[in-house]
């Protein structure tokens, strides 16, 4: 089974960046979608954005025309690239595999153990 370790999270102030790295164990054939998700303490998870193995992209409301998904086919590597971060970005960042286009979690069905990001003053 596809193995997802996630890495570039960590704690910058409001109007910083982040790059986040999801790193893939083997290419994975099956799976047409990668998609970020984040967690909130207290909160649900919820969809930030996804890539498709034909590079179709989307984006929740809230971090379009600051978040940049892109995808390296060689490293079997996505990133998500966080520009213009709010304190409301705050939470555990997840990189997911799945068939099917979509920002819900439920049509997920591999997961990583999630990186941290805290965007505070």
């Known amino acids: 089974q596809v193995r997802l370790v996630e890495s570039g999270g960590g704690s910058v102030q409001p109007g910083g960046s982040l790059r986040l790295t999801c790193v893939a164990s083997?290419?994975?054939?099956?799976?047409?979608?990668t998609a970020w998700f984040r967690q909130a303490p207290g909160k649900e998870r919820e969809g930030v954005s996804y890539?498709?193995?034909?590079?179709?992209?989307y984006y929740r409301d809230t971090v379009k025309r600051r978040f940049t998904i892109t995808r390296d086919y060689a490293e079997y590597t996505v990133y998500l690239q966080m520009n213009r971060l709010k304190p409301e970005d705050s939470g555990t960042y997840y990189c997911?595999?799945?068939?099917?286009?979509?920002?819900?979690?439920?049509?997920?069905?591999?997961w990583g153990q999630g990186t941290r990001v805290d965007i505070s003053s």
């Open positions: 997911a595999m799945g068939r099917k286009p979509s920002l819900a979690a439920r049509d997920y069905d591999t």
């Open positions: 890539i498709t193995s034909d590079d179709l992209t």
């Open positions: 083997e290419f994975a054939m099956d799976y047409y979608v």
